[in-house]
Nanobody
Framework: QVHLVESGGGLVQAGGSLRLSCVAS????????MGWYRQAPGKERELVAT???????RYKDSVKGRFNISRNRIGNTVYLQMNDMKPEDTAIYYC???????????WGQGTQVTVSA
C-alpha cells in the first residue's frame, strides 16, 4: 500500500505562483509514474502532469510553459511548480502514483487551489 499526502495549495492572484508537494510513504519502491491531476467543480478529473523515473515528463497542453513537475532523487516526493496562474487553474489538485506491476493508481486526499482574477 502507498499513502500520498499533498500540501501547498491555497489562494493566489492571477499571475502568481504556487508550489504543490506530495510525499509518498509505504511501499514506494513499487511506484513508477507519479503525477498531478485536478478536478474543477462540475468537471471531470483531468491529468495535469506526470513524471517517470529518469525524468521524462508529460503536461496538459494548457499548462505547458507555466507548470513544472519534478521528483526528488529517491523518488518518493513529487512537486508541481505552478507559475503565471490563471483563474481556470482553480481546482482540487490530486497527487497520483502508479504501481509498476499493474499500474494500479493510488491517490492523495487532494488540495484546493484557487486563483482569483
Amino acid at each position: 500500500q502507498v499513502h500520498l499526502v499533498e500540501s501547498g495549495g491555497g489562494l493566489v492572484q492571477a499571475g502568481g505562483s504556487l508550489r504543490l508537494s506530495c510525499v509518498a510513504s509505504g511501499r514506494t519502491s513499487n511506484i513508477n509514474v507519479m503525477g498531478w491531476y485536478r478536478q474543477a467543480p462540475g468537471k471531470e478529473r483531468e491529468l495535469v502532469a506526470t513524471i517517470i523515473p529518469g525524468g521524462t515528463t508529460r503536461y496538459k497542453d494548457s499548462v505547458k510553459g507555466r507548470f513544472n513537475i519534478s521528483r526528488n532523487r529517491i523518488g518518493n516526493t513529487v512537486y508541481l511548480q505552478m507559475n503565471d496562474m490563471k483563474p481556470e487553474d482553480t481546482a482540487i489538485y490530486y497527487c497520483n502514483a502508479r504501481r509498476a506491476a499493474d499500474q494500479y493508481a493510488f491517490w492523495g486526499q487532494g488540495t484546493q487551489v484557487t486563483v482569483s482574477a
